[in-house]
C-alpha cells in the first residue's frame, strides 16, 4: 500500500484484494445542516439536540456545550434529522475530518452546517465498520488532505465525501471488524461512565461540604461574614499564594521539541487537554519550567481557568501555571479550584480575563476551612481521585491496542473471514 500526498492529489495504490467503493454507493443520506436564525442566542435549556463541530471527536461524542434547539426551530431542520447509527463528521475548520457515532441518548437531534451526517445503509455496510476504516489512519491523512485542498478554509464538500472511497470487504468480514473494535470501544464507554459516576459522586461531596458548609460538625459552627459571603466561624480568607506553591509555565526554543517521546511531556497551553487528564503529543529535552505528578494544571491564557491534572511529570509553557497545594490537599485543590474557575475566562470577582499573570493568581481569594475539615475531605475523596486516574490509564491502553489494531483489521494485513466471531445485532 502506497499513499503520495500531493498538494491537491492524493494517490492510493491499494493490494488488489482491496474492494474499493464509494461512500456514495452505500448511504442513503450525506449533508450538512445550518444554525437556526439568532445564533448562539437562539440556543434553549433543554430541547432537541444541536449537534456542532465542538462534540465530535474521533470515536467518541463530547456531550460537553451540547446545544438545545426548540421544536419549530427543529423543523425548519427536517432535512437533517439525525437517526440512530449515523456517523457524524465534521467538515470544516481546525476539526475537520473528526467523527464519530451519534450516541442514542443524544437523540431526537439534528446538526448544524459545520456537521455532516453520513447514513450508512446496513444492507450495504456495517455503519460501525465505515466508522472505524474513516478514523484508520491512511484514511483519516486522505481525508485531511482533500480537505486541505479547499480554495479558502480546510472543507469537505458533500462530492468529496460521496467519492471518497473505502476498502468494503463483505458484509460479514465488516461485521466481524466492527465487533472486535467495538469491544474495545465498549469497554471504554463502560470505564467513562464510571469516571463520570465517581467524579459526580466527589464534587457533590465537595458541594456538599464546602458550598452548602454541610460539613461534619456543621450544627456547632455558626455562620460569620466574610469578604466572600457567610462562612463558618473559624475559616478564613486567604489568597491562593498563601496556601499554594505556583510555577508558571516557560517555553524553551521549538528546536528542543520532538513527538517520538524524547525528555518529558511538554504542554504549551490546553490544547492536549482533557476532562481530567491531558494527552501527550509533544515531548521536550529541556526541562525548564515542571509540573509534578498531581499538580494542577491551569490555562494562564485564554481559555483562563481551564484545568486538568498532571498525570506525570511533564513541563509547562507559557499558557500554563503549576500549582501544588502547601500542605499537599491536591484532591481538595482540584475541586475548589473547578468551583472558583466553574466559568472559564471570569476570575472570582466576575471580571473577564484573556490572560493573568502569576500575580493574579496568587492574589485570587480561597476559603481555607479550620479544624483539618479539608483535610478528612481531600482523605475522603483521595480514593476516589485514584481510582479515576486508575480507570484514566485503563481507557489509555485500551485505546492504544484499538488504534494498533485498526489499521491491520482494516487493511486486511489481519485477515478475520474464517475466524469464529460472535456478532451482535445492534
Not at 456495517?126 to 480546510?154: C, D, F, H, M, W
Not at 509540573?291 to 491551569?298: P, S
Not at 496568587?362 to 483535610?375: A, G, Q, Y
Request: charged letters at 25%; glycine letters at 6%.
Amino acid at each position: 500500500m502506497i499513499f503520495i500526498n500531493a498538494k491537491k492529489m492524493v494517490i492510493i495504490i491499494m493490494s488488489n484484494q482491496m474492494n474499493l467503493t464509494r461512500l456514495g454507493n452505500i448511504c442513503t443520506k450525506i449533508g450538512s445542516g445550518l444554525t437556526p436564525k439568532g445564533g448562539k442566542n437562539a440556543y434553549k435549556e433543554s430541547g432537541i439536540s444541536f449537534i456542532r463541530s465542538l462534540n465530535i471527536y474521533d470515536f467518541h461524542f463530547d456531550y460537553t456545550d451540547l446545544a438545545y434547539i426548540d421544536d419549530n426551530q427543529a423543523r425548519k431542520l427536517s432535512n437533517v434529522i439525525v437517526e440512530r447509527h449515523d456517523i457524524l463528521l465534521n467538515i470544516t475548520g481546525a476539526s475537520v475530518a473528526r467523527c464519530c457515532m451519534v450516541p442514542d441518548n443524544v437523540l431526537p437531534a439534528r446538526v448544524n452546517q459545520h456537521v455532516s451526517i453520513v447514513r450508512i445503509d446496513k444492507s450495504k455496510a456495517n455503519p460501525y465498520y465505515v466508522l472505524y476504516s474513516l478514523n484508520s489512519p491512511i484514511n483519516k491523512q486522505r481525508l485531511l488532505t482533500l480537505a486541505q485542498g479547499g480554495a479558502t478554509r480546510e472543507a469537505l464538500t458533500k462530492e468529496t465525501i460521496s467519492n471518497f472511497e473505502i476498502n468494503l470487504p463483505s458484509l460479514t468480514v465488516q461485521n466481524k471488524i466492527a465487533a472486535i473494535l467495538s469491544a474495545y470501544d465498549d469497554l471504554i464507554e463502560n470505564n467513562t461512565r464510571r469516571i463520570k459516576i465517581l467524579e459526580e459522586m466527589a464534587q457533590l461531596i465537595y458541594r456538599e461540604w464546602f458550598v452548602k458548609f454541610r460539613f461534619p460538625g456543621h450544627e456547632k459552627v455558626r455562620m460569620v461574614e466574610s469578604e466572600l459571603g457567610p462562612i463558618p466561624e473559624g475559616w478564613k480568607v486567604k489568597t491562593l499564594g498563601e496556601v499554594c506553591n505556583i510555577v508558571m509555565g516557560q517555553s524553551p526554543e521549538s528546536k528542543y521539541y520532538n513527538t517520538k517521546g524524547e525528555g518529558l511531556p511538554f504542554h504549551q497551553g490546553v490544547s492536549n487537554f482533557n476532562n481530567r487528564y491531558p494527552t501527550h503529543e509533544v515531548y521536550c529535552t529541556i526541562d525548564k519550567r515542571i509540573a509534578h505528578a498531581g499538580d494542577i494544571l491551569f490555562s494562564v491564557r485564554a481559555p483562563v481557568g481551564r484545568i486538568n491534572i498532571a498525570d506525570r511529570k511533564l513541563i509547562v509553557g507559557r499558557g500554563l501555571a503549576a500549582i501544588r497545594h502547601i500542605a499537599g490537599l491536591q484532591s481538595f485543590l482540584y475541586y475548589q479550584m473547578k468551583a472558583i474557575f466553574k466559568e472559564e475566562d471570569i476570575i472570582g470577582n466576575g471580571a473577564i480575563f484573556n490572560s493573568i499573570t502569576k500575580q493574579d493568581l496568587l492574589n485570587v481569594k480561597v476559603i481555607v476551612p479550620s479544624d483539618c475539615v479539608d483535610n478528612d475531605f481531600n482523605n475522603k475523596v483521595e480514593h476516589i481521585d485514584q481510582l479515576i486516574l486508575n480507570l484514566t490509564r485503563k481507557n489509555l491502553i485500551l485505546r492504544r491496542t484499538r488504534d494498533l489494531l485498526l489499521p491491520k483489521l482494516i487493511s486486511g494485513e489481519l485477515d478475520v473471514e474464517d475466524l469464529d466471531i460472535a456478532i451482535g445485532g445492534d
